[in-house]
């Protein structure tokens, strides 16, 4: 089981986890992994600044540096990043609901003048941030100050030209993707100036396909792609022309439109993608040197996607190697200590009985006591259904992903029909998906926005999103006991792999044998689908143990500081014997899910806990 976070449209993931699915890049060189919603955002000082609490089952949070002077000042900043930020991506734009006169226009990423402008917004909010620092010495920073110093530091890390061209063809998010993704979700088609709009940026879609692929080629030829990378994304392009998935809206919402957007979309694609093959394919890395360690300078710039992805100082490729042997080794044992598989877990779910496996598995969990136990009353105000994933997703997708909600879509836990779901693995990826999962933590998040400042928005932290998905895997403990280890196993294999290919210079081929040889329930398919994703999108898989671990090792610190029996991390699931420690569990997941997205360095710190308790 694995998933990404499918969202609307920028640049980031992941995803396909998410996304990633979809990798979407949410910000100026940053991918991310989730569908945003269309939504009109808040960007004046109207919105409150309480800061980011936790609510429901009660909090111990201090709202540390909150409704001060200093805070005033650092979310002033945030507003002018944030404004900078969608100025520059009017796709971003539309898709958080940004000013509609942006609804007219495309965005040009790699382009010089939009490079330009991240810098320039970047040196501008270091300066604002600064100046608050300045204003009000002796005030402690506040949450918001120390998530918008990450951001801005963070988004010029991967500005960088080499970040970027890395990332031009990841087959689930791309340029051409999230152009679909914009015709097909979230572009405004209500009123007659909105089809003014939609028809404007019709009009340039030529243009920016030219651009798009002009850097494809450019980057080809000093930065070759992994072949893999290439062959899944042309056959990405040839599904969805296929397909034509953007397609049905318009012919719904905008008929007049569809034609102009064949023409303009549909049509200089096709050519680009058979030029695509015919040039940049032949110049392309073999499968025997896909990782970034076979180019010049790439363990180095593997070192930026390591730091940006599990967004921990001290997280090293070499470190994180290490770590995921002695997990594997540690994983494999316990599952040894479980007995033989039984036969009855070797069963693969018939396709027509996936989805409703799922929504049984769901009901099962709100039938029992795991949610009351772990978060009290705190709920999300929405539901998550589970639906089949969309055909043209499925051959570069994973088993599944979670759409967030968009407009009167709902939240949803997509699933991919193609793949085999093997019976022991349902409740595993349907807690990680919908709750106490994705679903649970972006919906409390979504719920809670109002409290935050816009420009959290821009935050898409993949290890805290990931990490939060897998160790929510692990509370109900009503679960496939084999199915729950078998998942942790396959994220700990990531560590190893991820690391072996783009810092150690494996093949493809050494990469698919020790999945094979150490991730169970996998079939041939399934691996080699997951090893071309470690290969296209680098370090985006290291996130989910690394994030599991820090959710674990809070958890310990919070159980031990409130019984007067300590436990080790292993045993978390058990810690909530003990009635205050059970309260204190309540609290801490009432507090970080308030808290939104936070890099893990920063939850580490607020929580008390040292970062060698997770590497």
């Known amino acids: 089981p694995t998933c990404r976070i499918f969202f609307a449209p920028r640049e980031r993931r992941k995803g396909p986890g998410r996304a990633h699915a979809f990798d979407m890049p949410t910000r100026q060189g940053q991918t991310a992994s989730r569908p945003r919603p269309r939504r009109r955002v808040p960007t004046s000082s109207s919105a409150s600044d309480r800061g980011a609490r936790g609510g429901g089952g009660g909090t111990d949070a201090s709202p540390r540096g909150e409704g001060t002077r200093r805070h005033a000042l650092v979310r002033a900043a945030g507003r002018v ?73 963070d988004d010029a890390r991967m500005a ?117 093959r015919a040039e940049v394919a032949p110049r392309s890395r073999p499968p025997t040197a896909p990782g970034l360690a076979h180019l010049n300078g790439g363990v180095a710039l593997y070192a930026r996607f390591v730091r940006h992805h599990t967004t921990l100082r001290a997280a090293t490729p070499d470190r994180l190697h290490a770590l995921g042997q002695r997990e594997v080794a540690r994983l494999e044992a316990e599952l040894r200590a479980l007995g033989p598989v039984r036969k009855d877990d070797e069963r693969t779910v018939p ?12 009901r099962r969990l709100h039938a029992g006591d795991t949610l009351a136990r772990e978060f009290g009353d705190l709920r999300p105000t929405e539901p998550c259904d ?8 499925e051959a570069t997708s994973p088993q599944a992903f979670y759409e967030e909600s968009a407009g009167d879509d709902k939240g949803a836990f997509r699933v991919n029909l193609s793949l085999p779901h093997l019976a022991r693995g349902v409740d595993a990826l349907a807690y990680h998906e919908a709750e106490p999962g994705h679903h649970f933590q972006i919906q409390i998040a979504k719920d809670r926005g109002e409290r935050n400042a816009a420009f959290r928005l821009l935050c898409m932290h993949t290890a805290f999103e990931e990490g939060w998905a897998l160790y929510a895997e692990s509370l ?55 090893v071309r994703r470690y290969i296209a999108d680098p370090a985006q898989a290291l996130a989910y143990a690394v994030g599991l671990r820090a959710f674990r090792a809070v958890r310990a610190r919070v159980a031990a500081r409130a019984s007067s029996k300590s436990r080790g991390e292993g045993e978390g699931e058990d810690d909530v014997a003990d009635p205050a420690a059970r309260k204190a569990v309540q609290r801490m997941h009432a507090r970080v899910l308030g808290m939104g997205s936070l890099p893990l360095w920063l939850l580490l710190e607020r929580e008390g806990v040292d970062a060698k308790a997770v590497l």
């Open 351 to 362: 396709r027509a009985h996936v989805v409703a496996a799922y929504r049984a598995s769901l």
């Open 386 to 393: 589970v639906l089949p994933m969309a055909e043209h997703l």
């Open 476 to 530: 109900p403990r009503h679960g496939h006991r084999r199915g729950v280890l078998e998942s942790e196993l396959l994220r700990a294999c990531r560590l190893v792999v991820d690391t072996g290919l783009h810092a150690r210079g494996w093949s493809e081929a050494a990469a698919v044998a020790y999945m094979r040889a150490h991730a169970p329930g996998m079939g041939a398919e399934d691996v080699r689908k997951e």
């Open 81 to 153: 990043y944030y404004k900078a930020t969608l100025d520059a991506d009017p796709v971003l734009s539309t898709a958080f609901g940004g000013p509609a006169k942006l609804d007219a226009e495309l965005s040009s990423p790699h382009a010089q003048a939009t490079r330009e402008a991240g810098r320039v917004a970047r040196d501008e909010a270091k300066k604002a941030l600064a100046a608050a620092a300045r204003a009000a010495p002796t005030e402690l920073p506040s949450l918001d100050e120390h998530i918008l110093s990450d951001l801005v530091d």
């Open 160 to 276: 960088s030209r080499d970040v970027q061209r890395s990332l031009l063809l990841l087959p689930w998010f791309n340029v051409v993707t999230s152009l679909v993704d914009l015709f097909e979700r979230t572009q405004p088609l209500d009123t007659d100036a909105d089809l003014r709009r939609c028809e404007a940026r019709i009009a340039a879609l030529p243009d920016a396909l030219d651009a798009f692929f002009a850097d494809v080629h450019a980057t080809s030829r000093v930065q070759p792609f992994p072949r893999s990378v290439v062959d899944d994304f042309a056959g990405s392009v040839d599904r969805l022309l296929a397909r034509k998935p953007h397609h049905k809206r318009m012919k719904r919402d905008a008929p007049s439109l569809l034609r102009p957007l064949i023409d303009a979309f549909d049509v200089p694609l096709a050519q680009h993608a058979r030029r695509l």
